[in-house]
């Protein structure tokens, strides 16, 4: 008999833009997405970071201040468009912390994304979320927010000769 207690896609998609989003650097926001294909395939992934060259040592990491972090760093779903090396992305669905900003809304409207899951929409209220909306809106492309039962999902990486 099978096991009944696996996750479902939207777990197992989320949990992958969740795992993703702790390799980010940011020490107070971290995001992380995954582009997946109408089959269930991982097309890419990608974090909130500092672009490829940009050392993470060298740019603000501040909210603010005289230099923040907003004008240099790279959004997780931007991240993950650009990581899937010019790839197909119509029709495909973004798995995302963070609701998309307008700036990554352009780009996943503009990509074929069709659909947008992700966990919170802190920001909902501000004029970039707001704009973010209406734009995905008038471009038909779908979000909805993930309500999961499931808390926490915990990877165990010891090997099984060293348990």
Known sequence: MKRTDY???DEYFMGIAMLAARRSKDPSTQVGACIVSTDNIIISTGYNGMPKGCS?????????GEE???PYVVHAELNAILNANG??????????A????????????QSGIKEIVYLSDKYATTPTTIASKR???AAG???????????????????EEDK
């Open 141 to 159: 492309v779908k979000y909805a927010q993930l309500r999961t039962n499931i808390k926490s999902i915990t990877l165990d990486l010891v090997a």
């Open 135 to 137: 734009m995905l809106d």
């Open 68 to 70: 923040t972090k907003y």
């Open 56 to 64: 993470d040592d060298e740019f603000p990491w501040d909210r603010t």
């Open 87 to 96: 790839r197909d992305l119509r029709g495909s669905r973004i798995y995302v």
């Open 98 to 109: 963070l609701f998309p900003c307008n700036e990554c809304a352009k780009a996943i409207i």
């Open 7 to 9: 996750i479902s896609w």
